[in-house]
T-cell receptor, first 112, second 108 residues
Framework: DVKVTQSSRYLVKRTGEKVFLECVQD?????MFWYRQDPGLGLRLIYF???????EKGDIPEGYSVSREKKERFSLILESASTNQTSMYLC???????????FGQGTRLTVV | AQRVTQPEKLLSVFKGAPVELKCNYS??????LFWYVQYSRQRLQLLLR??SRESIKGFTADLNKGETSFHLKKPFAQEEDSAMYYC??????????FGTGTKLQVIP
């Protein structure tokens, strides 16, 4: 059973803080993704990675960066958190193009 | 660029009524299309995908290339079908694009 685990379910951070969201998958998947989920806007892709140390910008990368030093771990970094980054963040992984994505349980981040 | 459109934010139907959740995509090639579902307090999960041509929990979806649509259908809605449904497209790249989602509410 594929498991994608996000390190926190809920986070509250202050404006200007550097925030790290961690995601780990245990099925040796090549691809990993970070999405944010907002009501009425659906899932929007922030960044994805198709290999260790490789990353590609998604549709809304501004204000975010990512790190993938190991195959199983994909980190999302908010360099300087702002209130408009308050959202639900979803991590996902998949084996390759056109394959099912497996999602983590989500991290609800509130920036105050 | 890929685009997935789900025109309805909320769809309310009575139990036992037919359900159709609409999805249109824009991609010049032959994308792989998916429906994902998120039940209350659960993680997002795959419901079905075009290539498998399966019926899952009574749901089916047919790809219509002429209309660039991939609508999700079920003949008789059940209360446990109430959830958020997302259509998604993978255009041969690693990237998966999701629609804005439709909340299905089945009224007892």
């Amino acid at each position: 059973d594929v498991k994608v685990t996000q390190s926190s379910r809920y986070l509250v951070k202050r404006t200007g803080e550097k925030v790290f969201l961690e995601c780990v998958q245990d099925m040796d998947h090549e691809n990993m993704f970070w999405y944010r989920q907002d009501p009425g806007l659906g899932l929007r892709l922030i960044y994805f990675s198709y290999d260790v140390k490789m990353k590609e910008k998604g549709d809304i990368p501004e204000g975010y960066s990512v790190s993938r030093e190991k195959k199983e771990r994909f980190s999302l970094i908010l360099e300087s958190a702002s209130t408009n980054q308050t959202s639900m963040y979803l991590c996902a992984s998949s084996t390759g193009p056109n394959t099912e994505a497996f999602f983590g349980q989500g991290t609800r981040l509130t920036v105050v | 660029a890929q685009r997935v459109t789900q025109p309805e934010k909320l769809l309310s139907v009575f139990k036992g009524a037919p359900v159709e959740l609409k999805c249109n995509y824009s991609y010049s090639g032959s994308p792989e299309l998916f429906w994902y579902v998120q039940y209350s307090r659960q993680r997002l999960q795959l419901l079905l995908r075009h290539i498998s041509r399966e019926s899952i929990k009574g749901f089916t979806a047919d790809l219509n290339k002429g209309e660039t649509s991939f609508h999700l259908k079920k003949p008789f809605a059940q209360e446990e079908d109430s959830a958020m449904y997302y259509c998604a497209s993978s255009g041969g790249y690693q990237k998966v694009t999701f629609g804005t989602g439709t909340k299905l509410q089945v009224i007892p």
